[in-house]
């Protein structure tokens, strides 16, 4: 059964760090992994999709990397700004099935 | 491309009450997804249709939820006789067809129940 865990579940961090979020799953066996952004009260916006053939996407001051053999992504934010702070989530498809696990997500609080 | 909408957007409804809710998904993608998200949790997988086939169901979506899409098109889901536990938002979600596994998701903004 694929799990999810995101660590850490909370993060305050000063305008202009880079930063590190961390994704596990326990089933290595995935097509793809996914991060998505969501802010209070909204839907999901998707960041990066890493297939399982890739082991790094790229996309503005965001990259995300992907171990499969080790259950393990990332997400690597360059230079902080306020607008960043929302809660990032990844999710990773059960194998065999095209059903989303997701992780509960890193809040992530960027102070100006 | 206006992406993928949802409405209504929030919906208060009394215990025991059936309410519905609609997905319009991206136009030419043919994969939907429903799922559910109570706060400060991730969202849970509910059901998945590709085409008008509802694909796979989770144990989540116990008797009292039914979702269709009846043309392929738009989704809509049905819960009935709710409860206060179904309180929760409601987030819909399209991807685009692929050869082999499954694609990239784009989500809508969702729908919020509350239920009283």
Known sequence: ?112 | DTGVSQDPRHKITKRGQNVTFRCDPISEHNRLYWYRQTLGQGPEFLTYFQNEAQLEKSRLLSDRFSAERPKGSFSTLEIQRTEQGDSAMYLCASSPWRDRGPSEQFFGPGTRLTVL
């Not at chain 1, 579940?9 to 202009?16: C, F, I, N, T």
């Not at chain 1, 760090?17 to 089933?27: A, G, H, K, P």
């Not at chain 1, 097509?31 to 960041?47: A, E, I, M, V």
């Open chain 1, 1 to 112: 059964k694929q799990e999810v865990t995101q660590i850490p579940a909370a993060l305050s961090v000063p305008e202009g760090e880079n930063l590190v979020l961390n994704c596990s799953f326990t089933d290595s066996a995935i097509y793809n992994l996914q991060w998505f952004r969501q802010d209070p009260g909204k839907g999901l916006t998707s960041l990066l999709l890493i297939q399982s053939s890739q082991r790094e996407q790229t996309s503005g001051r965001l990259n995300a990397s992907l171990d499969k053999s080790s259950g393990r992504s990332t997400l690597y934010i360059a230079a902080s700004q306020p607008g960043d702070s929302a809660t990032y989530l990844c999710a990773v498809p059960t194998s065999g099935t095209y059903k989303y696990i997701f992780g509960t997500g890193t809040r992530l609080k960027v102070l100006a």
